[in-house]
Each structure stands twice: as structure tokens, then as C-alpha cells.
């Protein structure tokens, strides 16, 4: 089903404006405002009203479409995007791919750049610059991509040489409709950096305390058939942040395994300084507040804690919480100031959000697999 095609629960628009690759070029299409409220019932997200079409089979320039879509959600950034284009334009044996860069109205460089590459990579840049949002920003680039595989990196990370043949592999072996890969912090950041954050996705999938038990990845190393990420209407545009993990739960409920694939590699960029590092935890624990008000479970730890919970009242809280705090305090020890700033912001965010939170629990049909 193409995306703004109905569905059980409604419709929505992820339809831009395409740019060519003149930097004076007019949109193709009119733009169209994506927003509203998301729909609850798991497979579907409502986010506004519209139509969509289904990808050419040849675009403007005459060309066959393409195995796979890269989509790139862009704001300001000028500064690392160059890294990632010629990491892609470096491929080794890859399939046909083009990359849809979804310039999410960034008043840098960062378009001209884009453009700047269409000598050495199929590209094109789409705007989508009428919702803020990366969540809107993909989903515009998904509507303007044209291959029937579909991947994701961002523009301040690194995709391996074998990115784009690993990402087709998998989703053209028979085995897999969404995938999501290996994540590297050792490459493009310092010491002091790694240390601030306990990544995972470095050997498995993500796991949560919220949701029905599901697993999650970063929608930077992320890969699937166009067809199982329409059927649930893409990203949900209502979340600032953590819409790779909500689609993740959507996307399983509507019965697409997401699988680990460990080739499929990505060296990504972590926050580097304080005033970053707290902006981000912040927005990703209101955001996880909204989550646990969607599918109705709540965890007090954050996702980066690997200590333990905070105790609950009891006979024991007291010392309960001696030793929690002494935990932690090691833990600051371990990750230094940016990871601690990063566990008080998060924290912060995330009692902030909960207060903001209504709780809409998501209907999960008996039928569906989990």
C-alpha cells in the first residue's frame, strides 16, 4: 500500500517536494503540511490527509529505478555531510542506488553540498521543509524514493564501504523485510567521548523497558521492503524523538521480524560536547515519557543505565537507595562529566515529559504476531 493510500485506520501524506539538481530549480510538486494526531491502533500512524504515488519507474533523467534508496533526513549539516557522501560514493560492488536527501530546511550549505555530488552519485535533493522534525523528513524522502528497498543513514555518520550491497543482500535474500546493523563509535569519536555513552546496537539489537517486550535499532543503520514500512504509515511525526523505536514496535506488531544484520556496518558521530550531550538525552527522555504513555509501561532507570533500576519503596528502600547511589556514583566515575550531564538530562527530560504524558495504551490485536 503507498503511503497516503487508506488504510483500516486512516491516511496520511508523505508526499514533498522534489528538487532537481540545479540550485535553482522549483519544487516539482506542491508541498504539503504533514501533521494531526497519531492514531493508536498498532499498523498505523494518521498524521494528516493526502495522496500519494507509487515511485516512477524511470526518473527525469531517463534512469531505470534503482535497487535501493538511500534517505538522508538533513538540517544544517554542512559540516559532516561530506563525510557521508563520499562514503557512499565509495561503494564497493554495489547494487544500482540512488540517495534521496531530505533537507529538512536547513539554512547552511548543506543542499548545495548534496548537489555538488551529482557527478559522482545518483542524487537528489527533496524538500522537506515545511514540518520540523526527522521523522517528517524521512518520511518525505521515502515518498520521493524509487526503489522497492529502502535504507537509512544520517548525515553526520559514516556507512562502510559495503553499506549499500550488505543492506541489499539481506532485504533480497528472502529472509529478511527490515533489518538494522552494526553500530561503530570507535572511528569518529574520542576517548572521552566513548566513554560518556554505553552504546548498544554494537552487537545486537536495542532493548527497552517499555513496549510488549520488542526489540528496537537507531534509524541510522536501518533497512527494509517500502511495502512493510507504508503498511503502518511510516514515522510518527507527533514524537520529537525516538520514532526509530516506536516504528520498530509498530512495524513488529503489524508482523515484520526486524532482524540484526552485524555486516551491515555504521560509524556514527556521538555528541561531543556537554551543552550537545544534554540537549539530546533531554529530548530522548520526554520523548521515552510519551512512549510509556503509548504502550503503557513504565521504567524509572534510563535506556543508557546499566546499573539497575531505582529501587521501590519498601522495608528496604533505604538502603535500597544507598545502594543506588553508590552505583552511580561509580558510574560517573566510569563515564565522566559528559556521561553523567547526559544521565541528569535525560532524567530531567524524562520527569518533565511524564507530567505532559496522556496515556493512550496501544491496541494490540490478538491475531498479530509478536
Known amino acids: ?48 490527509t493526502g495522496t500519494a504515488t507509487s515511485p516512477p519507474e524511470t526518473g527525469a ?27 557512499l560514493a ?15 530546511g536547513s539554512t547552511d550549505g548543506s543542499a548545495g553540498l548534496a548537489r555538488s555530488y551529482t557527478d559522482r552519485l545518483e542524487l537528489r535533493v527533496v524538500d522537506a521543509s515545511d514540518v520540523k522534525g526527522p521523522a517528517h523528513a524521512r518520511n518525505i524522502g521515502v515518498g520521493a524514493a524509487r526503489a522497492r528497498y529502502i ?26 523485510e527490515f533489518i538494522a546493523g552494526r553500530v561503530d563509535i570507535e572511528k569518529l569519536n574520542s576517548a572521552a567521548t566513548r566513554r560518556s555513552r554505553q552504546m548498544v546496537q554494537q552487537e545486537g539489537l536495542q532493548e527497552s523497558g517499555v513496549g510488549v517486550g520488542l526489540k528496537h535499532a537507531g534509524a541510522g543503520n536501518m533497512a527494509f521492503h517500502r511495502e512493510a514500512f507504508e503498511q503502518v504509515g511510516g514515522f510518527d511525526e507527533a514524537l520529537r524523538c525516538l ?17 540484526y544484520v552485524r555486516d551491515l556496518v555504521i ?10 550531550m544534554c540537549r539530546q538525552a533531554y529530548l530522548y527522555g520526554r520523548s521515552f515519557a510519551q512512549l510509556e504513555g503509548r504502550y503503557g509501561v513504565e521504567r524509572q532507570d534510563s ?14 528502600a533505604r538502603a535500597g537507595h544507598v545502594d543506588t547511589l553508590v552505583r552511580r556514583a561509580r558510574r560517573v566515575r566510569d563515564l565522566g562529566l559528559g556521561g553523567a550531564a547526559w544521565q541528569v538530562a535525560w532524567h530531567v527530560g524524562h520527569q518533565v515529559g511524564k507530567r505532559g ?5 496501544v491496541h494490540i490485536q490478538s491475531h498479530q504476531p509478536v
Not at 27 to 44: F, K, L, N, S
Not at 246 to 259: N, P, V
Not at 357 to 361: Q, Y
Open 1 to 48: 500500500m503507498p503511503i497516503g493510500s487508506p488504510s483500516r485506520t486512516g491516511t496520511r501524506s508523505l508526499r514533498g517536494a522534489i528538487v532537481d539538481n540545479s540550485s535553482t530549480a522549483e519544487p516539482t510538486t506542491p508541498r504539503e503540511t504533514v501533521g494531526g494526531a497519531p492514531d493508536h491502533t498498532v499498523g498505523h500512524v494518521n498524521t494528516g
Open 61 to 87: 533523467d531517463g534512469r531505470g529505478r534503482p535497487a535501493v534508496s538511500v534517505v538522508i533526513a538533513c538540517y544544517n549539516g554542512e559540516d559532516t555531510l561530506g563525510v557521508q557522501l563520499d562514503a
Open 90 to 104: 565509495r561503494q564497493i560492488d554495489p547494487p544500482t542506488f540512488e540517495v534521496v536527501l531530505a533537507d529538512n
Open 151 to 176: 535504507a537509512f543513514c544520517d548525515a553526520d555518520d559514516e556507512v562502510a564501504d559495503d553499506w549499500v550491497r550488505q543492506a541489499h543482500t539481506a532485504l533480497d535474500s528472502g529472509e529478511h
Open 243 to 259: 520514532q526509530d523505536s516506536d516504528l520498530c514496535w509498530r512495524m513488529q506488531l503489524a508482523g515484520t521480524r526486524l532482524d
Open 267 to 276: 560509524y556514527t558521530r556521538l555528541r561531543s560536547t556537554v551543552r550537545d
Open 303 to 316: 535506556p543508557d543505565d546499566r546499573h539497575g533500576p531505582v529501587p521501590a519503596a519498601g522495608p528496604s
Open 357 to 361: 504524558v496522556r496515556r493512550h495504551p
